[in-house]
């Protein structure tokens, strides 16, 4: 089945330490990657995109993501981390058409 | 642009009841797709159109559920009649066709049935 999958619910890091949230997928050709995030009571916005070409990909905010075909995933890393960014994280794909399948979300604490 | 519009943002309704949730998607967009957000259940999408055409709709939990879209402009979603498990988050979202295109969420509509 086509699909991802985020192996992490929740996620907590010290301001100023790296972070990686993983996503993995399930799909036959290379699909479309998204990752999104939603703040509390808002609705999801895109930190970054992958379809073809440099396999690491830069967003907004400071994230990047690297898609591995061998390992099948889309990590998304952020080097230092801000008490703004805790919010839940969303990986996302599409096999082709304009209809995106969300992963479960991985919720990050941020402790100061 | 002003981005996508939905409203209500908050909707406190009693069982039985229809409710009514409204959409207006970034002007020029071709796709709108309503998706749901629950605890149990994440992100699902319940249904997409395409130039004002329903595309797909297998994600609508039951016949409850009704979208329509009549113009470029506009869409609803109603669930008549409405039931407590129906509380969720409610997100619509447009964008211009193509895979790679960025899907623009609004900020929702929270339900809750009682």
């Known amino acids: 089945a086509q699909s991802v999958t985020q192996p992490d619910i929740h996620i907590t890091v010290s301001e100023g330490a790296s972070l990686e949230l993983r996503c993995n997928y399930s799909?036959?050709?290379?699909?479309?990657l998204f990752w999104y995030v939603q703040s509390p009571g808002q609705g999801l916005q895109l930190l970054l995109k992958?379809?073809?070409?440099?396999?690491l990909v830069q967003g907004i905010k400071g994230f990047e993501a690297e898609f591995k075909r061998s390992q099948s995933s889309f990590n998304l890393r952020k080097p230092s981390v801000h008490w703004s960014d805790a919010a839940e994280y969303f990986c996302a794909f599409t096999g082709g058409g304009n209809k995106l399948t969300f992963g479960t979300g991985t919720q990050l604490k941020v402790e100061l | 642009d002003a981005g996508v519009i939905q409203s209500p943002r908050h909707e406190v309704t009693e069982m039985g009841q229809e409710v009514t949730l409204r959409c207006k998607p970034i002007s020029g967009h071709d796709y709108l797709f309503w998706y749901r957000q629950t605890m149990m259940r994440g992100l699902e999408l319940l249904i997409y159109?395409?130039?004002?055409?329903?595309?797909?709709d297998s994600g609508m939990p039951e016949d409850r559920f009704s979208a329509k879209m009549p113009n470029a402009s506009f869409s609803t979603l109603k669930i008549q009649p409405s039931e407590p498990r129906d509380s969720a988050v409610y997100f619509c979202a447009s964008s211009l066709p193509g895979p790679g295109n960025t899907i623009y969420f609004g900020e929702g509509s929270w339900l809750t049935v009682v």
């Open positions: 159109f395409n130039n004002n055409v329903p595309i797909d």
């Open positions: 992958y379809f073809s070409g440099d396999t």
């Open positions: 799909y036959g050709a290379t699909p479309y």
